[in-house]
């Protein structure tokens, strides 16, 4: 599996790191060709991030082998220890309980973007128009930015603390 989804990384990182190739080389044409280059003819900006994305999913994925490993190890030895399911499932109610309040907390924010922008004043120039317009798909950016950077925050929370407790119970300190 690990192996897997190293592939898919490493597809999807050589494939932008082509499409920049093709962009750069598209540009030197025309610029060799006396065209003029087209406004903002910069490497795309998100490529040079893609290292640091396909290192930290790789940190994701070896973190998540390890766990499947200690949770095999800890589910097949000699001795069973009931404290490990019990704190499993412990730790599996409280990342559910604050899922819970996730959800419900952006439910109530989209609620009030949407009734906001229902009760906002008519405009009657379109400067004005397209200013309300910019400024609630701005708030709506933040809203589900904010939202997807909270869940991933609680998957690797979920992760590292499942690790170290499985790693601790293996190792015979139990809290």
Avoid at 40 to 68: D, F, K, S
Avoid at 97 to 104: E, P, W, Y
Wanted: aromatic letters at 6%.
């Amino acid at each position: 599996m690990f192996e897997s989804f190293m592939k898919l990384a490493d597809d999807s990182v050589r494939q932008m790191q082509q499409a920049q190739d093709r962009w750069m080389s598209s540009l030197s044409a025309a610029q060799s060709g006396g065209a003029v280059p087209p406004q903002g003819a910069t490497p795309m900006i998100p490529l040079q991030h893609l290292g640091a994305y396909h290192q930290v999913l790789g940190n994701i994925a070896a973190r998540q082998v390890q766990l499947c490993q200690g949770l095999l190890a800890a589910a097949f030895r000699p001795e069973p220890d009931a404290s490990l399911i019990v704190d499993l499932v412990q730790m599996q109610h409280s990342v559910l309980q604050r899922l819970a309040d996730q959800q419900t907390q952006f439910i109530a924010d989209l609620g009030a973007l949407l009734a906001g922008a229902a009760n906002a004043p008519k405009s009657n120039t379109l400067s004005k128009l397209m200013d309300q317009e910019y400024d609630f798909f701005g708030q709506l950016h933040d809203l589900m930015s904010n939202q997807a950077t909270n869940l991933v925050e609680l998957m690797e929370s979920l992760q590292m603390g499942c690790g170290y407790l499985v790693t601790r119970k293996l190792a015979g300190t139990a809290t």
